[in-house]
């Protein structure tokens, strides 16, 4: 498998790509151009010439002082070996000749003496060199008409252009060369900003999470993306952090119920006891274990809500049954705590996961059931709000001191340790089932009355 290429390198060829393509233009633009001049010279130079010819051969008294005076007439090509001249009598006999080509000139119209030669009357025709121009005019020798035809061979022009041709091609070349390094070199140097980044990355573990890039100072397009690194990193350390609270919490509270258990243990190991001791020992026992173990359940319960590993499972439920069988499962607790507990609902239904519903519930319960003295009331009511459903819990007694009712929904948090009978998980777990469904818990605390209400939202 071939590994994709850098984006220096990318960018480098690009730019080399785009060089090349307008350094083609631009050279085959010159090209054109020289070429364009050098021939509308040359054409000027052959009107130019032959007009000289037919004005020397104008002032010659007749046909034969043109042979004689042949040398004059060639003098005119001096240094131009290029050029070929014939002049021919009117009856097509030549008078004078430079040079015989092997190819035939074509023949071509004849311009008349008196007019003047123009670069329209020029006219291509081929020499075995390949491209050449020619221009054919009458002239007049004393009383004898002659033709005057002045050719010209164009390789040496065309080796001209090949050479210049050649000195462009290598131009071209070097100049995509320095543009390809020029732009590596220029992308490798912006590039830099990137590479801190990617530093920055390698540099960060859970242990070092607090450092960020700095953003300010960066380039605009590597801002939003040092930006958006920031804040990933932002949450995984409000993560790790959680996570590692969490875990020292949980380490902090099953210590606990595990050092009671085995200094309990170890004291019965000390010496021989009757059966009912070490009964009664067993016993409490067993209440630690399940202690222990609801722990367990409600954190492995708060973490598949953290990891969203939770699926809600909503169905249509009858209110008022489900609070019903709540009340009917708490009562005896409530009988046995000198509590008088009520259910009011209103006859409504709504689209709740049931297992989560009882957790929830079941958690506010045991909570209300644990913070109302003897001669109290614990009240467990559904009514239509505005914005949905609303079950509520409330009971009687002192109530919860302000400065705990921002943190009671936090693990791990008890605000009167004496009381509770958790490891201060219920209410954290309550949120997280009101979060799952959308909707939200509050609590209101007065003296002599706390209720908690859990709004479902209409969906
Ligand atoms: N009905 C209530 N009346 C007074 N205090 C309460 C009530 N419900 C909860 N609390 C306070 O909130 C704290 C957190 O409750 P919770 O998360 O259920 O933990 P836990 O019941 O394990 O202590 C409790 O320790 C208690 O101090
Ligand atoms: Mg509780």
């Not at 046909?63 to 004059?72: F, G």
């Not at 033709?147 to 100049?175: K, N």
């Not at 995509?176 to 990617?198: E, F, K």
């Not at 709504?350 to 109302?372: K, Y």
Request: charge should be neutral.
């Amino acid at each position: 498998m071939s590994r994709p290429l850098s984006l220096t390198l990318r960018v480098a060829l690009l730019l080399a790509a785009v060089s090349v393509a307008s350094f083609v233009a631009v050279g085959a633009y010159l090209y054109h151009a020289l070429q364009r001049q050098m021939s509308s010279r040359d054409d000027v130079e052959l009107i130019v010439k032959a007009d000289q010819v037919r004005h020397l051969i104008a002032g010659m008294p007749s046909a034969d002082a043109v042979r004689q005076e042949a040398h004059a007439l060639k003098d005119t090509l001096y240094g131009h070996n290029d050029f070929m001249l014939r002049v021919n009598a009117a009856d097509g006999k030549p008078l004078l000749q430079t040079s015989v080509t092997s190819r035939p000139l074509p023949q071509v119209d004849s311009v008349p003496a008196q007019r003047a030669l123009t670069l329209d009357d020029i006219h291509d025709w081929q020499p075995a060199s390949g491209i050449g121009r020619m221009v054919r005019a009458a002239g007049q020798a004393g009383a004898d008409p002659v033709q005057v035809t002045l050719a010209r061979e164009r390789s040496d022009r065309l080796r001209v252009l090949r050479v210049y041709a050649g000195d462009l091609l290598l131009a071209l070349g070097c100049g995509a060369l320095l543009a390809t390094l020029l732009g590596y070199a220029i992308v490798h140097r912006s590039m830099r900003q990137l590479r801190s980044v990617v530093a920055k990355a390698n540099d960060i573990s859970t242990s070092r999470m607090n450092s960020r890039l700095s953003v300010q100072d960066a380039p605009v397009e590597l801002r939003e993306l040092g930006s958006a690194f920031n804040a990933m990193l932002n949450r995984l350390e409000d993560g790790v952090q959680r996570l590692s609270g969490f875990a020292a919490d949980l380490a902090h509270d099953m210590r606990t119920p595990l050092n009671t258990l085995m200094m309990e243990t170890q004291v019965a190991l000390s010496r021989a006891r009757p059966v009912e001791e070490y009964q009664s020992l067993l016993a409490s026992n067993l209440e630690e274990y399940e202690r222990l173990s609801r722990m367990i359940d409600n954190t492995l319960f708060l973490a598949r809500v953290d990891n969203a590993q939770l699926a809600l499972q909503r169905e249509p439920l009858d209110l008022p049954a489900e609070l019903q069988r709540i009340h009917d499962y708490f009562e005896f607790l409530a009988d046995d705590a000198g509590v008088r507990l009520s259910v009011q609902a209103e006859p409504l239904r709504a689209s709740i996961d049931p297992v989560l519903l009882q957790r929830a519930v079941s958690n506010l319960m045991a909570n209300a059931l644990a913070h109302t003295p003897a001669g109290g009331t614990v009240a467990l009511s559904a009514r239509q709000v505005e914005e949905g459903v609303e079950i509520a819990v409330a009971n009687s007694g002192p109530g919860i001191e302000r400065a705990h009712l921002p943190h009671i929904f936090d693990r791990y948090y008890r605000a009167d340790q004496a009381r509770s009978a958790g490891a201060g998980l219920g209410l954290s777990i309550v949120r997280a089932i009101m979060e799952l469904h959308g909707g939200n818990i509050s609590v209101a605390s007065h003296a002599g009355l706390t209720t908690f209400s859990l709004l479902f939202k209409k969906i």
